[in-house]
């Protein structure tokens, strides 16, 4: 092929590589463009996923560990949303969390980003899988977990007490109808 009917482009983003965050200048083929950007953004993800704090360690430990204890193992737990009396039952529980981490003696700034946490996954949960849920819950209790041993207790011990209080505040009928599998759930998987 005649190198002067070639259909090139310039192309020009940061980071270089992985050693160097300068700028990347070139003239490639069209044909590898697609390639160019791939591998641009598993760079981009890479740069992204590197940490420099150690107790994002523990808490991808964590989170995984409550995973593997939270698992759903429907069919469509990759597919489909929590039904609409688990995801009820799920926002009570995460308000019920909310309430005993408030009230823990835990560092003020590992409280607010477990309360953020929590109220963008009451936020999130009807748009989420059951999966996509379990992760962010998961989430919510490895920093719960990383905020001390006596936290993630008192979360455990206090958090059905408050949820109880919080069906009996919010109807008997949900209550008399649910909570006994709210209950039964929320203890099965703690």
């Known amino acids: 092929m005649d190198s ?3 259909s090139v482009v310039f192309v020009e983003y940061t980071p270089r590589h992985a050693s160097d965050n300068g700028k990347y200048n070139a003239i490639i083929e069209i044909g590898s463009v697609e390639l160019s950007i791939y591998r641009w953004l598993d760079l981009i993800i890479a740069y992204y996923n590197v940490s420099l704090d150690p107790t994002d360690r523990f808490l991808e430990t964590y989170q995984e560990e409550f995973r593997e204890e939270f698992s759903c193992l429907d069919e469509d737990a990759d597919v489909s949303p929590f039904g609409d009396v688990q995801q009820k039952l799920l926002t009570w529980w995460l308000e019920a969390i909310e309430e005993v981490v408030v009230e823990t003696d835990a560092p003020e700034d590992r409280k607010s980003a ?8 009451k936020q999130r949960i009807p748009s989420l899988t059951k999966n996509q849920t379990i992760k962010l819950l998961s989430r ?3 920093k ?9 207790i008192v979360v455990k011990q206090e958090g059905p007490k408050v949820l109880v209080k919080l069906a009996i505040e919010r109807g008997v009928k949900f209550t008399q109808d649910h909570l006994p599998q709210a209950l039964h759930w929320i203890t099965s998987h703690l």
């Open 4 to 6: 002067s009917k070639r």
């Open 114 to 121: 477990i309360v953020t946490d929590i109220k963008e996954l």
């Open 140 to 142: 919510i209790f490895a």
């Open 144 to 152: 719960i977990k990383l905020t001390g041993q006596n936290t993630l």
